[in-house]
């Protein structure tokens, strides 16, 4: 292939060339995956700078003055409950000399002592003691020297966003459409609890944080990239998964939605016909059919209710920038450089149904992580290692575009397309542009 040259020099920096050049309609360029500049205006910008990012699950804080550490792009913070379980998230930084506070993953804790010089906060942010304190001048007011806070946190149902932008808008306003497939997803539970509590799955890859939402929102290359699962589950017979042998998922009837601000759904749940067809088509695993008859034996007619529960919603929902909703599972997405990238997926249980049916729950979310997830991330280290050649220099995201007939608007307004549209690309990169490039959001 002859390289071809482009407006782009290939040697100027995306701060040079504006990162308008860098994202066109039908193509992004490869320093936007490379180039450790970008990063750190992402992680000020996208990641909490200006835009809601997700923190945690409420499951995962349980009881009063329970807390959680976690981070908001690179900034180390801690999710807190007080007292009256109120939720705070305050800078995982101690005000004297910057050491982290908090250096376990979760707890119950009222107030943090740091280790480096004993300065003590309260879990709220408030710095309430100094050790030898005559050691101040009076001038010294405790009151300005507590933790720094995010400007908003805000849950949607169990699901906690922080942003340091006072100016945002409220969380329910920024998920839009979004909001409604969270609903969806959540209210499969028969009482609307969904339950964090498991130990998570943590898996590191050598790539940009960007490649696994990219990623998120593909529906064309589960054929190619998990072919060994999808041949696995259809060995099982009337498998639909086998709609991805030979057919190209465009011609059949699931959609990719799309739901502004960077959020997008594959929804998969027209491939499925009725009540107990997410179960019918789950991939083997053993002591399934003995699972099954005793659901029956006990449940009757509610038996094919209780069995769907026990697999995946059939929805992938991208929350942008960092939260994946896949199946049963919340995944993360949290960058810890230009290159290189955590996923953690949580697995989940709901409450209301018999301990049996969670208990399977767990087994089926096995699938991804632990089978597919390689696939995937396998992928992502292979492009990281492509994008080395800075000859080459875009990715491109234009398939679909100009097709006739993939994309529609819904009477809601809402665009939809085929699942293998790259659409959800072309969009979420608008609202990144926008993020990285405009004073306020
Ligand atoms: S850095 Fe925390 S007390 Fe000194
Ligand atoms: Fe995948």
Same mark, same amino acid.
């Given at each position: 292939? !002859? ?42 910008? /996208? ?42 998230? @305050? ?15 979760? &707890? ?15 879990? !709220?942010?408030?710095?309430? &003691? ?32 922080? %942003? ?82 030979? /057919?190209?998922? +465009?011609?059949?009837?699931?959609? %990719? ?50 069995? +769907?529960?026990? @697999? =995946? ?37 709901? =409450? ?11 087994? %089926? ?17 292979? @492009? ?17 575009? &100009?097709? +006739?007939?993939?994309?529609? @608007? &819904?009477? +809601?307004?809402?665009?939809?397309? !085929?699942? !293998? ?21």
């Amino acid at each position: 292939m !002859t390289l071809q040259r482009d407006p782009v020099a290939r040697s100027s920096t995306p701060a040079r060339t504006g990162y308008r050049n860098l994202v066109r309609e039908d193509r992004v360029h490869r320093t936007l995956y490379t180039d450790p500049e970008v990063f750190a205006t992402e992680m000020v910008n /996208v990641f909490g700078g200006r835009s809601w990012v997700y923190l945690a699950h409420e499951s995962q804080l349980p009881e009063p003055n329970s807390f959680l550490s976690v981070r908001m792009g690179l900034r180390p913070v801690i999710v807190t409950r007080d007292r009256k379980s109120a939720l705070h998230v @305050v800078f995982n930084r101690c005000s004297h000399r910057a050491a982290t506070l908090c250096r376990e993953e979760s &707890g119950v804790a009222k107030s943090f002592q740091c280790p480096y010089h004993g300065w003590t906060f309260r879990n !709220t942010g408030e710095l309430v &003691g100094t050790p030898w304190p005559q050691g101040y001048g009076e001038d010294f007011d405790r009151a300005e020297h507590g933790l720094h806070k995010l400007a908003k946190v805000e849950s949607y149902r169990g699901f906690i966003f922080g %942003t340091l932008n006072g100016a945002a808008p409220s969380v329910v306003d920024w998920l839009g459409p979004a909001a409604a497939w969270l609903d969806y997803w959540i209210d499969r539970a028969p009482e609307g609890e969904v339950i964090v509590r498991s130990a998570a799955h943590r898996m590191g890859y050598r790539g940009n944080w960007k490649l696994a939402y990219d990623n998120a929102g593909d529906g064309y290359h589960p054929a190619f990239s998990h072919r060994s699962l999808l041949e696995m589950a259809s060995r099982m017979g009337d498998s639909k998964d086998m709609s991805y042998f030979g /057919v190209s998922p +465009d011609e059949g009837p699931m959609r %990719t939605y799309l739901l502004g601000n960077g959020h997008s759904v594959i929804d998969q749940r027209p491939n499925y016909d009725g009540p107990g067809s997410f179960w019918a088509n789950q991939r083997p695993q053993p002591g399934r059919e003995k699972f099954e008859e005793q659901i029956r034996a006990n449940h009757g007619d509610d038996a094919d209710r209780l069995l +769907d529960l026990c @697999v =995946g919603s059939q929805i992938n929902l991208s929350i942008f920038p960092n939260l994946l909703v896949i199946g049963n599972q919340i995944q993360v997405v949290e960058p810890l450089a230009v290159d290189r990238t955590q996923l953690t997926w949580h697995a989940t249980a709901i =409450g209301g149904v018999p301990d049996a049916v969670n208990t399977m729950r767990m087994r %089926t979310q096995e699938d991804f992580p632990a089978f597919g997830e390689p696939d995937d991330q396998a992928n992502f280290e292979e @492009v990281q290692r492509g994008l080395a050649a800075p000859e080459a220099e875009w990715i491109l995201m234009n398939r679909g575009l &100009g097709v +006739d007939g993939w994309q529609e @608007v &819904g009477p +809601d307004g809402v665009v939809s397309s !085929t699942a !293998t549209d790259e659409l959800h690309m072309r969009r979420y990169y608008a609202a990144w542009l926008q993020l990285m490039t405009e004073e306020a959001m």
